[in-house]
């Protein structure tokens, strides 16, 4: 089959392409953290909040587990306005990424927390702090550093899935060449350059993340 | 040309879900063999082969599955390969599952205490009746609970399949909207037909890895 | 491609919209139909073999044609001077006109007007394209997968202003009746049915098939059928 | 005004009576070893003393304020009340004078210099002042048990309670730590100790309770305590301790 | 022909030596005891011995056939040697008979009926012939422990290497293992055993060897072993063990 391969259209929209790796960057980034203070907020809520805290953040958690993120984004981004929210694309985009991610690492958080050896609790409460600082003070680091490798492996998952964002006209890497590939029907040269960026930021997202592993969590464990 | 959304809509995307089922058998099947094979790998004391499964991981796990299912059907067919959406699909989603399996996989083969291997070892048992019959059944025991827990994921993950012309609940759901103007109801079916496919599987893997827990805490 | 190798296989493996009303859609059956159906099992038909039609989307139509998964597509595909780069085109056999949609309320009636505004398309498609010509610099084009996502946002007001075919705007005044009009009309738009380059022969009976249902008033039924108006001025004049 | 008050003290698990009818005076200063058999009740009874467990009936107090009589008071106490566990439970990912200078500025809300210098202090006085920058799992289990002590006693707390802080002990460690705890013993701290070392016990406690199934059986000096036990239980429990 | 012959056997873990000009021969039908301080190189070196370690200097003979010097001979030995653990190991999913006629299925050909009639013998052998369906959680340390001696002899092994076989015990199972590996060296087993069990030492071996730091250090036979050992590190070693 003769199918020659044009790599020059993609080259010549690369500012486009660069355009949409920086906005995927930003949602992938922008979610992870606010997903992880959603999933620490509701982890505590469940292990340690009354009985319908639980229950919303359990049903929260089973919706957003049990549903495709597609159909996630699309209720946040259409449906929404009804009830008089409205968001920019990208806006969406972060909320949806952030309600997602905030569902899974709420299950990975609250594992670490449980992971806590009850001990420590008590030594915190014999010393006189309370509740709130043996979390922040106790729990919190080392309760991280177990559930560190699942929960960054969910942030490479959820900046993959991020590429799905484009059905609400978000701006991200995957939209970018979209557009570049409608307007240019370089479809695989389109796809294989942007397959590749994803590569190349799911390496560096793990780099970091273990450049992060190093600095925080350097303390030693006993055997 | 638009019409309500009615009965025979209903029942157009309830039929979709034998294809959301249909690709689910087939990635899993799929990925069981090739995600034992790289689970396999990955423990190999072969050097290479540890690394040439790292490397297959670290791609598969490093780019979405929407591009890889492109890449699959339209790229094979460039180069001359005939392939239909079935087989396509049928490998990008193997090569999906198989590399998610065969770390989850690698880990409950690595959970098995080594004295197991040595023991064997010391009795003289190659690698196939060592992993055939001391190894494997007992990481197959630790790894129930987290295999269902990805069959989830996995179930959800063929919605994507629709980019190459599968008209499974996902894509369903679209073409019903088309014709419909009514996307709450249309998407709140599809979310709420996911769910129902899902969740029962999530509570099993819930259940299963609670009751694992309390069986190895002793 | 031939049509002596169709005709030996038997079938032909005809790519077509299933979400694009009425020129594709799926039946109360489940089945795909609409007028672009009825044309595709038309030219089966004409060829003596049997039609498989293989739905495809707006964005990934051309990717089918050309990677061998179709021989043909009968896709509502509007004739532009970029795609004519990656494939063949028949003469005209359908039509639309279209338009820059938007609310009521929001004051536009020519391309300067979008200046600063967003306007929703779906990604690819005709409307996509010439709006991305002729806006200005400072209008902000949203590209959704499809044309029920593009009204989906202007009917729940994430954009006052799409850009939507004829048909589609019908649709949109039967599910939100008074709250939006056309405000401009883009271009007309003649759709052709494309096959890969190259195969001229086969290009020929196809132009050769449409000359005739044409004269023979067939093809002229069907968008009657469907469009409940006959074919437009445009597309109805027979090509060589 | 003594420094512990228990009185008619029940504690329920559950269903599960752990603590029956407890009456206990701790006068200041007083050093109390507690023993008997694996689930008598020890820990729980210690526990209370500081509020880890609340009990069902009736009152406790600690230097003259009552605990039982609400969640104020329960934080006030906690202050002045130090706690040693046999499990050290030290903050893994805290250096020894990070664990050690925590509660007294969150909680005390001394400034961070005030607390190292006191941190520094008592760490010298276990006598590993040179491993204040190292964390817990860089020590062995003698240290770290040394560095507990010297955490709850920065909060300059009136009383000690020790949970077995022996028994997670390599033998060689043993010693180190109860030399630790008898010079604290010796300076005058009230100290309540749960613990089976009965050369501690002799040379230090000024009573030694048995405790069986949830219930104080006997209580003496620990001269006429080991000389002379006044019950079969206990008889038969110093009997298999000393065998061991 | 030596049973096992080690000639200048050198070991390296990474960086560190493990194991330094090991030279030992063992004739058929000798017990040899090995004792030494934690992180000597005991096990290490019976490891050696059926290439569970592979060794990066020296040369190696089991029964003749050298060890070191390819993998085809390293699966015929493994079958002449049979080994049991401080940990057991036997297979958790499988029954005592199954743990028991695995092997010689698989590795020996033998068909189901003959390798369960040996395997009902050994266990009679190891007093246990009752437990024989019963799986190994269902046993008592003791009890798994005999189970795996009876795997490894079901493959009629010229040699049996222990490695601390009732350090993992709880002290009323440890002399019934005892006994089994008693009976077992009566019957003329060559048999090289890691172990502290100075008794044993005493009533079975032919020679006992102590090693430090990965050196065979001294060896001789029980008696003047343990009345007159010749170095400084084995007096102190002994001091220890029997102190304890
Ligand atoms: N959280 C709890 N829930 C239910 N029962 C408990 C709980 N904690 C302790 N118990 C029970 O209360 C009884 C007393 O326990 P406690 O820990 O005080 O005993 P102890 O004397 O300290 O024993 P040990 O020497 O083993 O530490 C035991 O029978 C124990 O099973
Ligand atoms: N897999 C390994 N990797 C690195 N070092 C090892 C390994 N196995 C053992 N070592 C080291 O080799 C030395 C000897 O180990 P070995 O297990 O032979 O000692 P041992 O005499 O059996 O001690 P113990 O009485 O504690 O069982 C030890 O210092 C140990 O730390
Ligand atoms: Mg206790
Ligand atoms: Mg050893």
């Known amino acids: ?92 985009a972060l909320v949806a990424l952030t309600v997602n991610v905030g569902a899974y690492a709420t299950e990975i958080i609250r594992a670490g927390i449980e992971s806590i050896h009850r001990g420590q609790v008590e030594a915190g409460i014999a010393l006189g702090l309370r509740r709130g600082q043996i979390f922040r003070y106790i729990i919190m680091k080392p309760a991280l550093r177990t559930i560190y490798p699942a929960l960054t492996s969910q942030f490479i998952y959820l900046m993959l899935t991020s590429s799905v964002v484009s059905v609400i006209s978000a701006t991200d890497l995957a939209a970018a060449g979209n557009d570049i590939q409608s307007r240019t029907f370089a479809a695989f040269e389109v796809y294989i350059v942007i397959t590749a960026i994803y ?25 | 040309m638009i019409r309500p959304f009615g009965i025979n809509e209903f029942l157009f995307i309830l039929f979709a879900v034998q294809w959301t089922l249909a690709l689910s058998v087939v990635a899993f099947t799929g990925g ?148 419909t103007f009514d996307p709450f109801t249309v998407f709140g079916l599809v979310a709420a037909l996911y769910f129902i496919l899902c969740w029962p599987l999530s509570i099993l893997a819930r259940r299963m890895e609670r009751r694992f827990a309390v069986a190895t805490r002793r | 491609q031939t049509t002596e190798e169709i005709k030996a296989r038997g079938s032909i493996n005809i790519g077509m919209l299933v979400d694009f009303p009425p020129f594709g859609i799926i039946n109360e059956q489940g089945n795909p139909d609409g007028y672009d159906a009825d044309v595709a099992k038309l ?198 | 005004m003594p420094a512990v008050q228990m009185e008619g003290v029940d504690k329920w698990y559950d269903k599960f009576h752990a603590l029956k009818n407890i009456d206990l005076e701790v006068a200041r200063g007083e050093k109390i070893v507690i023993c008997g058999p694996s689930g008598s009740g020890k820990s729980t009874l210690i526990r209370c003393i500081n509020q880890l467990e609340s009990v069902q009936k009736g009152r406790i107090f600690v230097d003259g304020i009552e605990l039982t009589a609400g969640p104020k008071n329960v934080e006030q106490v906690r202050r002045d009340v130090g706690m040693v566990f046999q499990q050290f439970n030290l903050f893994p990912h805290m250096t020894v004078l990070e664990n050690c200078t925590l509660a007294p500025v969150k909680v005390r809300g001394a400034s961070k210099a005030e607390a190292e210098t006191t941190a520094r202090k008592y760490l010298e006085r276990v006598h590993i002042p040179e491993q204040a920058e190292k964390y817990p799992a860089q020590l062995s289990g003698g240290q770290q048990q040394r560095v507990a002590i010297a955490r709850a006693l920065c909060m300059n707390p009136k009383i000690m309670l020790f949970d077995e802080p022996t028994s997670a002990l390599d033998p060689e460690m043993v010693k180190e730590v109860l030399d630790t705890m008898i010079d604290l013993a010796e300076e005058g701290m009230t100290m309540l100790v749960v613990t089976h070392e009965m050369g501690f016990a002799r040379q230090v406690a000024d009573r030694v309770i048995f405790m069986d199934k949830g219930e104080i059986v006997e209580t003496g000096n620990p001269k006429e305590f080991f000389a002379n036990p006044r019950h079969e239980r206990t008889r038969n429990f110093l009997g298999q301790i000393s065998g061991h």
């Not at chain 1, 590569?199 to 055997?223: D, E, H, K, M």
């Not at chain 2, 796990?61 to 299912?69: E, F, H």
């Not at chain 2, 059907?73 to 699909?89: Q, Y």
């Not at chain 3, 209008?139 to 202003?161: C, E, W």
């Open chain 2, 32 to 179: 069981a063999v090739g995600g034992l094979l790289i689970a396999l790998a990955r423990v190999s004391k072969v050097a290479p082969l540890r690394y040439a499964a790292l490397g297959f991981i670290r791609l598969f796990q490093g780019t979405p599955l929407l591009m890889q299912l492109f890449l699959v059907f339209f790229g094979l067919n460039i180069f001359g390969v005939g392939i239909n959406p079935w087989l396509a699909a049928a490998i990008a989603l193997t090569l999906h599952a198989s590399v998610f399996l065969g770390e989850i996989w690698r880990g409950c083969i690595q959970a098995v205490p080594v004295g197991q291997s040595e023991a064997s070892w010391a009795l003289g048992l190659r690698y196939y009746d060592r992993m055939k019959s001391i190894v494997l059944p007992q990481a197959a025991k630790i790894a129930v609970a987290p295999t269902v827990g990805f069959l989830v994921q996995l179930i959800k993950g063929t919605s994507l399949a629709s980019i190459i012309g599968f008209v499974e609940m996902t894509r369903a759901g679209q073409i019903i909207n088309n014709a």
């Open chain 3, 43 to 240: 030219l089966a038909e004409d060829l003596g073999v049997t039609a498989n039609i293989v739905p495809v989307t707006g964005p990934n139509r051309i990717p089918y044609l050309i990677s061998n998964q179709v021989d043909v597509l009968v896709a509502s595909l509007g004739i532009t001077e970029e795609r004519a780069k990656q494939v063949a085109f028949s003469q005209p056999y359908a039509g639309i006109e279209i338009f820059v949609v938007g609310d009521v309320n929001v004051g536009v009636d020519d391309a300067a007007g979008l200046s600063g505004k967003n306007v929703g398309v779906a990604r690819a498609s005709t409307q996509d394209t010439a709006i991305t010509e002729i806006a200005p610099d400072d209008a902000k084009i949203q590209r959704f997968d499809d044309d029920a996502a593009a009204v989906q946002a202007l009917i729940s007001g994430q954009v006052p202003l799409i850009g939507a075919s004829n048909t589609v705007i019908a649709q949109i005044q039967k599910v939100a009746p008074g709250r939006f009009e056309p405000k401009f009309s883009l271009r007309q738009q003649s759709q052709a049915i494309a096959a890969r380059p190259g195969a001229d022969e086969f290009m020929a009976y196809i132009n050769d098939f449409l000359t005739r249902k044409k004269e023979s008033g067939e093809l002229n039924a069907i968008h009657e059928k469907w469009l409940d108006a006959p074919l437009p001025e445009f597309v109805a004049k027979t090509a060589k």
């Open chain 1, 199 to 223: 590569f190349l930021l799911s390496i560096g997202f793990s780099g970091l993340f273990a450049l992060v592993q190093r600095r925080a969590f350097n303390y030693p464990l006993s055997r």
């Open chain 1, 1 to 92: 089959m003769g199918y020659e391969f044009n790599f020059a259209p993609v080259f010549a929209n690369f500012d486009h392409l660069l355009a949409g790796t920086w906005m995927t960057i930003q949602l992938s980034f922008g979610a992870m953290l606010l997903g992880t203070v959603v999933a620490i907020v509701c982890a505590v809520g469940k292990t340690a909040g009354p009985a319908p805290l639980r229950w919303a953040v359990d049903t929260y958690v089973e919706i957003i587990r049990n549903t495709p993120f597609l159909i996630q984004i699309f209720f946040i981004f259409f449906a929404l306005p009804a009830v008089g929210i409205r968001m920019t694309p990208n806006v969406a």
